[in-house]
């Protein structure tokens, strides 16, 4: 596994790869590597020749009182996960190698990044979207692999692949959970024991929703929304952010209960703010 530092280097090793004739599949994580991260690697390996890892923990996708100083950094596990893996090239580059000074271009991606999570997160979606541009044009991957775990931000990538007309297919894999149902996260790391049972109440609560839509007996989202919203107020630790039943694709709100749609909260469990979704079909 090469370990690459730098965009000069990480574009020649895409260059000669793609020379050779061979694929390349990437995934973009901020380290901290779980089990979520690690089923994006192996659909990557599983579907290409070559698989890219890249860690970097994105400042312009935090707001200026979030956790962008202490957000969970663990270099050697990663790396002792990575080996194990069949990942030929992981990048890792400093801040001042992606944003030098006068760093000034950004990519806008307008309403969509300011709804659900870019409510409270007003440029999130922006840092996301001028990172994954980067990333994707340093890297160069024919394939690129994302979470459900964060929906919102699947809809944001597949729009500007799209919209920016990038030659690049992008892969959504599923939420992978702990056995317990909590979506696995590098902030769960955040939560003391007692958080991190009170955090359960988010997975419960989208079966919960999920279940309410399926039964045919609740035909107004905002009824469903709203027992949601009594279930995980039971909780003391969990505050909510939003709870929103919205179309697959343009994550327009639903009135009227239908599938498919996705179910998709927030909430601060203690100071962590935790995310998760539930497709319904
Ligand atoms: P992050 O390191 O949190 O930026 O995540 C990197 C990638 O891993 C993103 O595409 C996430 O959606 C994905 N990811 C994070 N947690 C999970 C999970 N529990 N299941 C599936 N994918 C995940």
Redesign the pocket.
């Known amino acids: 596994m090469q370990v690459i530092t730098t965009i000069k280097d990480m574009n020649a090793f895409s260059k000669a790869t793609k020379a050779e004739g061979k694929n390349i599949g990437f995934?973009?994580?901020?380290?901290?590597?779980?089990?979520?991260?690690i089923?994006?690697i192996g659909n990557s390996v599983e579907q290409n020749d070559v698989t890219v890892v890249s860690i970097f923990v994105n400042p312009t996708q935090f707001g200026p009182t979030e956790d962008f100083n202490k957000y969970p950094k663990d270099h050697k596990g990663d790396m002792k996960k990575l080996s194990n893996l069949d990942v030929t090239a992981v990048f890792l580059p400093d801040v001042a190698e992606i944003y030098p000074k006068g760093f000034s271009t950004f990519v806008y991606v307008g309403g969509i990044g300011c709804i659900l999570c870019g409510a409270s997160r007003p440029d999130h979606f922006n840092g996301v979207a001028t990172i994954v541009t980067k990333l994707f044009n340093i890297v160069m991957p024919d394939r690129a692999?994302?979470?459900?775990?964060?929906y919102q931000?699947?809809v944001v990538i597949k729009k500007i692949v799209r919209e920016l007309a990038m030659n690049i297919d992008i892969v959504v894999?599923?939420?992978?959970?702990e056995d317990d149902g909590l979506?696995?996260?590098?902030?769960n790391a955040y939560l003391s024991d007692e958080e991190r049972n009170a955090a359960l109440i988010l997975n419960k609560a989208l079966e919960y929703g999920k279940g309410l839509m399926l039964s045919g007996r609740e035909e107004k989202a905002n009824h469903i929304k709203e027992k949601m919203g009594a279930f995980i107020k039971a909780e003391s630790l969990v505050t909510i952010e939003y709870v929103e039943i919205v179309g697959p694709v343009y994550l327009e709100n639903i009135k009227e209960v239908k599938t498919p749609a996705v179910i998709l909260l927030a909430a601060k469990v203690g100071t962590t703010r935790l995310i998760d979704n539930m497709i319904v079909e």
């Open positions: 995934a973009p994580t901020m380290g901290a590597l779980h089990k979520g991260h089923s994006l692999y994302f979470g459900q775990k964060d931000q699947t894999c599923p939420i992978v959970r979506a696995m996260s590098s902030r």
